[in-house]
């Protein structure tokens, strides 16, 4: 009887031996049962014996014939278990054979296990070497990606400083690019919007491919696939955040202060984040944007951060600063800091000109004074409050007007070590005369230590030759293009998309006629164009920050964006104009 596979021999075996043990003792207990009964027998045959009345002939008869019996059962019982122990003992002998084959079985098996073991055992041993030798190489390989990562971030910046060197001597347009995320609201339905642009459409259709190139991808039934790139001198995706886009913007107010006119301006349809990138959050109430998280400022709060950071570091009353803040709204200039007869801001109309010297000017145009950029922002709050909004299906809180907001640094300069023309010597000479009315009240009221003092231009001498030096600082939040099929809007608001579309195709048709080098650029078509002419003419390092949403039924108007961003990055203006900043002798 062979084991059933599964179980272990062994116990199979010994389960075998405990049941004929177990046969042998009920034998045994049989050969005690019957002894006990042949005692029994010989109580009967004294009982017999004892009888009375009995002839010892019949006991003996009885006796005899009970010994018979006796010997007779006793011969049947010992036959049996004759029987049984030598059916036991070849049992035995079987179990003994088949253990012995089952050992030989099981050493046989346990030397092929062991082999597969140790043939497992070297497979492992080599594929750790192996392992090992992958791992080396991985290293290796990962220190020469690291080696040709670092080689490649150096270039690049190479790159970019040769590409800016080249910018500044050409006095193109900077252009960056910034895609904002998909918001709740580009899902929401009620957007009068054609059924076919709604259609089963996949919703993202623009990606930063890399920080200087923009894809857009799309593929929609009845349309010609898109797959087109742009290029920028720096693209943003939607994951990155205020501080990695101003990061890249802080270097042009270190060239205001150097003596450069700066512009940064933000252009884009209506809800692709251009006021959230230029002021930050705003809060629903009043539409002013919130300083309280740092992380959300947009370029306009850090940008007055860094630049009364950098103006600290210049002598205490050699400048001050100013502050105007203007809208253009169907093509009218109103001013958003000018106050009434109790101080309380309200906006009025202005008008801008041109000079003699052919810059643009807005006579009667509020300049407050501000000393820090907590004073700053809180007049540029003020104006953003009175900005013109109006409701659409693109955005809710859609800006209806552009937003001109103007740091001016004055710096009065002092000394022999700058070249001056008889125009200059005039102007010397006037300002010798008026420099105290025309250096702030409030900031000559705060000089209270003999140095301040002696800094002051209050306290020149009237022999000293002066000169005053204005570098503006202009940022431009313009309002967002738009498609009326798209905002639904009618009355009113149709008019003022309808200005602000030609207000920002006027800007267009300005670019291209610098880029054409056209002998007359009509600035003049449209307030927006007059009031930045300087900016756009080549008086100042000019950035334009474009902002498109990613998703697909703002196709047109992304593609629209990122056509004038190329057009503007192609313009030409020549090198720029540094305003007199003197190097001031060993003397002094």
Not at 32 to 60: C, D, I, M, P, W
Not at 308 to 317: D, I, Q, V
Not at 392 to 417: E, F, M, P, Q, Y
Request: aromatic fraction near 6%; hydrophobic fraction near 35%; include cysteine.
């Amino acid at each position: 009887m062979r084991p059933r596979r599964g179980l272990d021999p062994g116990s199979v075996w010994a389960q075998r031996l405990r049941q004929l043990e177990q046969r042998l003792r009920a034998k045994e207990e049989r050969i005690v049962v019957l002894e006990t009964e042949n005692a029994a027998l010989h109580l009967k045959l004294a009982e017999y014996q004892g009888l009375a009345g009995r002839s010892t002939s019949e006991v003996l008869q009885l006796y005899s014939a009970h010994g018979q019996q006796q010997k007779l059962q006793r011969t049947s019982v010992v036959t049996q278990l004759h029987g049984t122990v030598k059916r036991l003992k070849q049992d035995l002998k079987r179990l003994r054979s088949f253990v012995l084959e089952l050992s030989k079985d099981f050493q046989r098996q346990s030397k092929t296990y062991l082999y597969q073991i140790l043939t497992a055992v070297q497979g492992i041993q080599l594929e750790n070497e192996a392992m090992q030798m992958f791992q080396i190489k991985a290293f290796d390989l990962e220190q020469s990606l690291q080696e040709v990562t670092e080689r490649y971030e150096k270039e690049k910046q190479k790159r970019r400083a040769l590409h800016n060197s080249l910018v500044e001597l050409r006095g193109n347009i900077r252009v960056h690019c910034r895609i904002r995320p998909l918001l709740p609201f580009d899902a929401a339905s009620g957007h009068s919007i054609s059924e076919d642009r709604q259609r089963n459409f996949p919703e993202k259709v623009a990606y930063a491919a890399d920080d200087e190139t923009v894809l857009i991808k799309c593929s929609r039934p009845g349309h010609a696939s898109i797959n087109r790139t742009f290029q920028f001198e720096r693209v943003y995706n939607a994951l990155e955040s205020q501080d990695i886009v101003f990061a890249d913007v802080a270097p042009l107010l270190t060239s205001l202060l150097d003596g450069y006119n700066v512009c940064i301006m933000a252009y884009g349809q209506t809800g692709s984040g251009k006021t959230y990138t230029m002021l930050g959050p705003q809060l629903e109430e009043n539409f002013a944007f919130s300083i309280e998280d740092e992380s959300e400022l947009g370029i306009i709060p850090r940008a007055t951060q860094e630049v009364f950071r950098l103006l600290s570091e210049k002598p205490p009353g050699s400048y001050w600063v100013e502050v105007s803040v203007v809208e253009v709204y169907n093509n009218e200039i109103f001013d958003l800091l000018a106050k009434d007869n109790y101080g309380k801001v309200f906006g009025v109309k202005r008008e801008v000109v041109t000079t003699r010297e052919g810059k643009s000017d807005v006579p009667l145009l509020m300049h407050e004074t501000v000393e820090n950029a907590a004073e700053f922002l809180h007049l540029v709050n003020k104006g953003v409050q009175l900005r013109v909004r109006h409701p659409t299906l693109v955005h809710a809180h859609s800006s209806r007007s552009h937003l001109v907001v103007t740091l001016t640094i004055n710096t009065i300069i002092s000394g022999d070590n700058f070249g001056t023309s008889w125009e200059d010597e005039q102007t010397s000479q006037r300002l010798n005369k008026e420099v105290s009315c025309t250096f702030p009240q409030k900031m000559r009221e705060n000089k209270s230590t003999s140095s301040s003092r002696a800094s002051s231009p209050t306290q020149l001498e009237a022999t000293e030759k002066l000169k005053k030096v204005k570098t503006r600082l202009q940022l431009v939040d313009l309002a967002g293009s738009e498609c009326v099929g798209m905002s639904g809007v009618t009355g009113a608001a149709l008019r003022e998309t309808s200005y602000i579309n030609r207000s920002l195709s006027a800007l267009a048709d300005v670019l291209g006629a610098i880029a054409e080098q056209r002998s007359h650029v009509p600035y003049r078509n449209s307030k927006l164009t007059h009031l930045l002419q300087d900016s756009l003419g080549g008086d100042a390092k000019l950035l334009v920050m474009l902002c498109i949403s990613p998703d697909q039924k703002y196709l047109t108007e992304s593609m629209q964006t990122l056509g004038f961003g190329t057009r503007a990055r192609q313009v030409q203006r020549g090198q720029l104009k540094k305003k007199n900043f003197p190097v001031p002798s060993k003397a002094k």
